[in-house]
């Protein structure tokens, strides 16, 4: 008998189910199923800390107060910690005034060659100077940072709650 949701507190291959699967999934597909906690580690951090460089920009979709969507590409998304994703933030247009008036965000990870889709619900929070600041610009990939040569940019840390396939299956929960 499957377990509930509430039932799964560690990490577990989807494979690995009481049930037999359906299909066998390669190694860099495996779906990973966490409730109760985020851990993006291993083969996820990997493929979101790469993003660009693999030429899968991240977007993040945001809202402003009266809930007017944008997205917007960030070629600098990287995993921050286990539970935290961030970007650096050099157009400090839109998309940072929405997170401003609103913190709940969505970031889309789209790899189309490996067919691996990921969406991440979390709160976003801006760090204007200080060393998250630092050290976000100091992970950040150089064709971004050179696109803001003065480093005038600014470091978003978005807390991830949830984590989800394209197709609607929740991988992570808080």
């Given at each position: ?9 560690t990490l577990e291959s ?51 107060k009266d809930g007017q ?74 064709a971004e940072l050179e ?28």
């Amino acid at each position: 008998m499957p377990r509930s949701r509430k039932q799964h507190s560690t990490l577990e291959s989807w494979e690995s189910r009481t049930r037999p699967a359906r299909h066998s999934r390669p190694e860099s597909t495996r779906l990973w199923r966490v409730f109760n906690m985020i851990d993006m580690s291993g083969q996820m951090k990997e493929l979101v800390d790469t993003n660009h460089a693999d030429g899968w920009t991240c977007t993040v979709g945001s809202a402003d107060k009266d809930g007017q969507p944008q997205v917007s590409l960030k070629g600098s998304m990287m995993v921050f910690d286990s539970e935290t994703l961030a970007y650096w933030e050099r157009a400090k247009q839109t998309a940072l005034e929405n997170v401003a008036a609103n913190p709940k965000v969505m970031v889309f990870y789209n790899n189309m060659s490996d067919r691996i889709r990921w969406r991440f619900w979390g709160t976003a929070e801006v760090h204007e100077s200080g060393p998250i600041r630092d050290e976000v610009m100091s992970r950040t990939v150089e064709a971004e940072l050179e696109r803001d040569p003065d480093r005038l940019g600014v470091a978003v840390l978005v807390k991830v709650n949830k984590i989800a396939e394209l197709a609607g299956t929740v991988l992570q929960e808080r």
